[in-house]
């Protein structure tokens, strides 16, 4: 799809060019006149009535009350011409292309001798509209290199224009960009963008990461890299948007209490939803739809602030599935429909106060919007890619020494990667060390099948829908690339397919993904793809992916990774090696976990916010744990100031109640440490976060994350601690008394007059203890 600025941005560009030749835009105004009237798109008797017409209403609105007996002559004939070249811009705008306006300006110009080529060589990028500074650095671009090497200084400073007015105005982005990115790539993005704004952080990102390693010298690397084909909705259109719809009373939503913002998101979302988009965005929408054809899209938040150095946003606004099977009119609704969806999840109460714990509510933060056609291929009705996932740069969470750290971790699912991202239900993706990629968490035979992926994500094409299925439910002997994903358990023993015919069905199939890492060079391609990424980012990177596998005539088989986002890595602070210390007395150990633990040490904590399992299980509702989390965010805000850690069963942050208390990022940003308990009766055993973005989250506010599986013997926590030092839960706030049984709040102090609680973590013993110490 050719790249078509909407009448907007053609009319403001048009505007800035004229400026630039005040004496000249006369004659200009002239000949673009000329080419309206020819061309038939307004007759000129018309075109000079409307302009009679407006002028007398110009009149009026500056307060003259006989429009026909108080202008001099000569000011009303400047008053008609200022009219007349306003009408003919936004006329020739609304219905003829920039190029055409280029042509009249250049011809107009070369009847006063100009050189072209100098003056668009002296063109200033700051000031002039963004065509001309695409066209000042094509002239330089193709300029043989000796005479080229002249204007380089003035090529950067054009390129960095170009970023700054098409992608992202971050300085830590543009440092980066400006090395990489052609005029050839940046005129490929801006004939894919649609509408007016940058294309925001989340295409930037991906944008970036697949420039960089197109021009790695590996050229086996370069050959197996792709992105999908996208398209970008420039962030300024959601401003155009609420403008149209009448939605900016709700632009104050940021500075609203926590309570305001969550009973007025349904009101919020309800009304963005409602809108409406102008025809001329409308039928781009209809244009690109029709180049894409019958496949399915992805429609992802892309905001200014998302994907940025040190703010990830990560899950906090919203990615929609389309199917895109249905007559053009019901997909262009459905496209519609998920773009304004997203711009409402700009107002998101858990967006706002993650905004507000990173300081940004003032930040003027737009949304853009990437539209992808979603990797995969059909599978009879389903349609998924072979592989999806998450990569990281960096393991910041080793199960055993050996693992280096600094050759990255992923986080791998079969199907859309919505399942290797977002901290789901009952379910497992395969965790790999890239360093050992074979090498489990937990080699027993029960647990490799306990803790593999057991539900998928596909879209229905029959159906026209996203869905979530049992993997037995989809997987069968003739889905081409099940060799390499899946392994057959026979009583205990995984072995690899060798044939269609599964003895057993489906439910005898385990996916492992263990003949992908043997027989493919996933593992190696991933590391090098992250080590390069690193190293132009400067700075650690997590990457999603989904990748492609296809078996060649010799029966080996080919492996594509296609690069759906790219941003820098969040981390917990580097901090000199805590160090555990010996012969603790039993009576000052509060708890005690080897199961993952970082690296790290909190001293000085006051305060303990506890959920005990057995009262939170009692919870009858989904209803009633959501009103717990809120109740715990309400102590998140009370403590802020104050050193605290949330401590209770199960897999916080999870859509499933039953998992765990189902907190959001703005329930706990305050906390120091998230400690999960696990256990029988207490909650499932523990899945490492790694590579969620929850687990992004709660890094990024620099909070350590641990659990405890009170099932293994070698881990502990003092009971009396939890369950019988008093609660402080009412001086704080009012909880309905069903609730109260299942909310604790501990202060250190009653247990031991005097003293607080310190956290140390080692994580090359791989242990975490937290113990009482006197008070300094």
């Not at 202008?71 to 219905?95: C, G, K, Y």
């Not at 025809?279 to 994907?307: A, C, H, K, N, Y």
């Not at 968490?441 to 299925?469: A, C, G, H, W």
């Amino acid at each position: 799809m050719a790249y078509s600025p909407t009448s907007s941005e053609r009319l403001l560009s048009i505007y800035l060019t004229l400026g630039q030749y005040p004496i000249l835009s006369t004659r200009i105004h002239n000949r673009m006149r000329r080419e309206l009237f020819t061309r038939g798109i307004i007759q000129q008797h018309a075109f000079e009535s409307e302009v009679r017409d407006m002028a007398i209403r110009t009149q009026t609105q500056e307060g003259l009350v006989n429009p026909y007996g108080e202008e001099p002559a000569e000011i009303w004939d400047m008053r008609l011409n200022r009219v007349r070249d306003q009408l003919t811009s936004l006329i020739f705008s609304q219905h003829l292309p920039f190029e055409l306006f280029e042509q009249i300006v250049n011809e107009v110009l070369q009847e006063r001798g100009v050189n072209l080529r100098e003056m668009t060589l002296s063109l200033n990028p700051e000031l002039a509209p963004i065509e001309l500074v695409f066209e000042q650095a094509m002239t330089i671009d193709r300029m043989p290199y000796e005479q080229r090497s002249q204007f380089e200084a003035r090529l950067q400073e054009s390129k960095v224009v170009l970023i700054r007015s098409l992608i992202s105005d971050s300085l830590r982005y543009i440092n980066i960009a400006k090395q990489w990115f052609t005029i050839a790539d940046l005129a490929e993005i801006r004939r894919r963008k649609i509408g007016a704004g940058r294309i925001g952080g989340k295409a930037a990102g991906m944008m970036l990461a697949y420039r960089i390693l197109k021009d790695s010298s590996d050229l086996t690397l370069r050959s197996q890299i792709y992105i999908p084909e996208s398209y970008f909705v420039g962030s300024d259109e959601m401003y155009t948007f609420m403008a149209v719809n009448n939605l900016g009373h709700w632009n104050d939503q940021k500075y609203k209490n926590e309570a305001e913002m969550r009973a007025e998101f349904p009101a919020v979302l309800a009304e963005f939803e409602a809108g409406v988009f102008s025809p001329d965005l409308l039928e781009r929408f209809q244009s690109m739809l029709s180049t894409v054809g019958p496949v399915p899209l992805i429609v992802r938040s892309s905001s200014l602030l998302e994907d940025n150095f040190g703010t990830s946003f990560a899950g906090k606004y919203e990615s929609l599935f389309l199917a895109n099977q249905a007559s053009p009119q019901e997909n262009l609704r459905a496209l519609t429909r998920a773009i304004s969806h997203i711009y409402g999840s700009t107002l998101n109460p858990n967006a706002l106060l993650y905004r507000r714990s990173k300081g940004l509510l003032d930040y003027d933060e737009r949304m853009g919007v990437l539209i992808q056609v979603v990797q995969g291929e059909a599978f009879g009705r389903y349609y998924m890619p072979h592989g999806a996932g998450v990569a990281f740069s960096r393991n910041l969470y080793r199960w055993t020494p050996q693992i280096r750290r600094e050759d990255g971790f992923v986080r791998l699912v079969w199907g859309l990667g919505t399942r290797a991202v977002d901290r789901v239900g009952n379910d497992y993706p395969r965790l790999i060390a890239l360093s050992h990629p074979t090498l489990r968490p937990n080699n027993e035979p029960k647990n490799i099948r306990r803790y593999s992926q057991q539900y998928v994500d596909v879209i229905d094409l029959e159906d026209n829908d996203f869905k979530t299925l049992p993997v037995v439910d989809v997987l069968d002997g003739h889905y081409p690339p099940l060799r390499y994903l899946a392994q057959l358990d026979q009583d205990g023993y995984f072995v690899p397919l060798h044939s269609t015919v599964i003895e057993g069905g489906a439910s005898s199939l385990v996916l492992t993904f263990d003949e992908l890492l043997k027989r493919t060079p996933f593992a190696i391609l991933m590391r090098e793809v992250l080590a390069q990424l690193e190293r132009s980012y400067r700075t650690p990177v997590d990457m999603e992916f989904t990748i492609a596998l296809k078996e060649l005539e010799n029966g080996k088989p080919e492996l594509s990774l296609t690069i759906l986002q790219c941003r820098p890595q969040a981390h917990l602070m580097s901090m000199e090696k805590a160090i555990l210390p010996e012969n603790l007395p039993a009576e000052d150990v509060i708890f005690n976990t080897h199961f993952m633990v970082p690296q790290g040490m909190i001293e000085r904590i006051d305060y303990v916010v506890y959920v005990p399992a057995s009262g939170y299980f009692a919870l009858p509702t989904a209803n009633d744990r959501a009103l717990l989390a809120r109740a715990v965010g309400s102590l998140n805000a009370a403590l802020d100031g104050k050193n605290f850690i949330c401590v209770g069963p199960g897999r916080w942050g999870s859509t499933n109640t039953d998992l765990g208390v189902p907190i959001d990022y703005g329930d706990i940003y305050h906390t120091r440490a998230l400690v999960e308990l696990a256990g029988q009766g207490i909650g499932l055993p523990p899945e490492p976060s790694l590579g969620t973005h929850f687990f992004q989250d709660i890094l990024e506010a620099q909070i350590y994350p641990l659990a405890i599986h009170l099932d293994d013997p070698q881990n502990s926590i003092n009971t009396a601690f939890f369950e019988e030092t008093p609660n402080h839960l009412d001086e704080v706030l009012q909880l309905r008394e069903d609730l109260r049984g299942a909310l604790r709040l501990i202060r250190v102090g009653d247990y031991r007059p005097g003293h607080t609680l310190r956290i140390v973590m080692d994580e090359d013993k791989g242990q975490a203890v937290g113990y009482l110490v006197k008070a300094e």
